[in-house]
């Protein structure tokens, strides 16, 4: 069946770069994402990544995508103390529609001045 | 236009109890969703509606659930004879397809945290 797993925490300092792992078993996953939760917030999308691309890049944050591997990763440099968050990645396999994503428990990122 | 809204913010329930919530989407948006997200785990998809119509149910959503979206803006989620099982945070999320079929980000409200005593 449909499964994504993530390693449960991260702690790191500020200032340095975070790097959140992520395993899908979907072959078929056309999309991946990470997602931002804060506490008592709702599910903030920060990036996703088709599955024809290995790389992205947005400001701070780099996604990486073995697809024979079924990696994913997020790689957050200069890390701030507001990065502090559950990080979750997903996946889709209904085109872009984000009709129904599987999502994994989630990466806390713990980020110490 | 504030976002998603989801009423109430938290219910507390008796076992046995029926509860619904109520999601408003994003004003524009034709697409809503249900998730549920419990302690410790990440969301699990309930039910996806496209306008009015509701296009794909997960096998979690037992017959003891159910969501509507009559007129195609916001959507109830009623659950019949709640269990303390039930006791979880129930997420509505909203998007468009207009921007076409890909990368059509959804955006989350900040959720119902429900618990059955």
């Known amino acids: 069946g449909e499964d994504v797993e993530q390693s449960l925490f991260l702690s790191v300092r500020e200032g340095d770069s975070s790097v959140i792992n992520c395993t899908y078993t979907?072959?078929?996953?056309?999309?991946l994402y990470w997602y931002k939760q804060e506490p008592g917030a709702g599910l903030q999308l920060l990036t996703y990544?088709?599955?024809?691309?290995d790389m992205k890049q947005d400001q701070r944050l780099t996604v990486l995508l073995n697809k024979k591997d079924k990696h994913l990763s997020l790689r957050i440099a200069d890390t701030q103390t507001g990065d502090s968050a559950i990080y979750f990645c997903?996946?889709?396999?209904?085109?872009?529609?984000?009709?129904?994503?599987?999502f994994g428990k989630g990466t806390k990122l713990s980020v110490k001045p | 236009d504030t976002g998603v809204s989801q009423n109430p913010r938290h219910k507390i329930t008796k076992r046995g109890q029926n509860v619904t919530f109520r999601c408003d989407p994003i004003?524009?948006?034709?697409?809503l969703y249900w998730y549920r997200q419990t302690l410790g785990q990440g969301p699990e998809f309930l039910t996806y509606?496209?306008?009015?119509?509701?296009?794909?149910k997960s096998r979690l959503l037992s017959d003891r659930f159910s969501a509507e979206r009559p007129k195609g803006s916001f959507s109830t989620l009623e659950i019949q004879r709640t269990e303390q099982g039930d006791s979880a945070m129930y997420l509505c999320?909203?998007?468009?397809?207009?921007?076409?079929?890909?990368?059509?980000?959804?955006?989350f409200g900040q959720g119902t945290r429900l618990t059955v005593v």
């Open positions: 997903a996946e889709s396999t209904h085109g872009g529609s984000q009709g129904n994503l599987i």
């Open positions: 509606f496209q306008n009015e119509a509701q296009l794909e």
């Open positions: 979907d072959s078929s996953s056309t999309y």
């Open positions: 004003s524009e948006h034709n697409r």
């Open positions: 999320a909203s998007s468009s397809s207009d921007r076409g079929s890909w990368g059509t980000e959804a955006f």
């Open positions: 990544i088709f599955s024809n691309m």
